[in-house]
């Protein structure tokens, strides 16, 4: 098979095709024929070395959602069969022509829906949901977005506005994309070069962290909450969190699926039924061969997608 690794870190073009065999599935794990591979800002993070990704030993691969055909059943799996459609996270490589996949962390990809629909819906939908149960909007309090134009935040855009939040601010770097998340719902869209960012929020949804999370935490209105989702790191000093009897929630989606498994079995219900019902869009800025992976992460390092970016194996 297909796989892609990096041998140093940099930028996109430290990607690599290489042949390798196929991975055998382990106690309670797929093995899954991808079709579509989600690309994302962290694994663009990871191949610079940024985050987590600086102490891997190289090569490395890089992990994400994938969504494809069950080939294969490692040992203790139970409620899959091979020839199932599924979507789920493969942290052995998902940048590949076959990936595992946690059985735990995988979910069928209902009939009417593609690989493609199924890696721009399940994973940003799930982390958007999360998001907004952990902030629990009530009445109404209003909503930021930072990274309103990703593959997350474009859904959480639409998601808060089906939950009935009044007022969905989204916070993007450039005007450029204002139409598209008008075209969605969001009732105010702001740059973050903007000197101000409008009325203070009740909640911020930051999907991007680092040198921003100051100014979104700042955005806050007194009694505020933000809800931290991504992994660009960033500082905060307690006093500007005691001053305005603020709060700061990180949100991890593996411990959220552990901790509420219910929920997060709702949520993946939730999404596909507003799906079908053409209620939420899964935006897909580029569809992108497997063998050209470093022109998906150019896509994401100038920070210029509409939605997600996907690569097909």
Known sequence: MRRVRFHAYGG???????????????????????????VSLPSVRRTRGDGKGGGTPLPAVLGGEVAGAVTGLGPDVTGFAIGDRVTGLSFTGSYAEAATVPAALASRIPDGATSVDAVAL???????????????????????ITGAASATGHLAVQLAKLRGVPRVVAAVGSAGKADFLYGLGADEVVTYEDGCWGEPADIVLDGVGGDLLPRAVAALAPG??????NS???????????????????????????????????????????????RLRAAVHARIPLAEAARAHEIIEARGNLGKVVLLA
């Open 232 to 278: 660009g790191g960033g500082t905060v000093p307690a006093h500007d969190l005691l001053a305005g009897a603020k709060t700061v929630t990180g949100l991890t989606m593996a411990r959220f699926a552990a901790t509420r498994p219910e929920l997060y079995e709702r949520h993946g219900a939730e999404l596909w039924e507003h799906f079908f019902a053409g």
């Open 122 to 144: 399940v994973r940003g939908g799930q982390v958007a949901l999360a998001a907004l149960a952990t902030a629990a909007p009530v009445g109404p309090e209003s909503v930021l």
């Open 12 to 38: 996109p073009e430290v990607l690599r095709v290489e042949e390798a065999e196929a991975p055998e599935p382990g106690p309670g794990e797929l093995l899954v024929r991808t079709e579509a591979i989600g």
């Open 224 to 229: 505020g909450r933000l809800v931290f989702f």
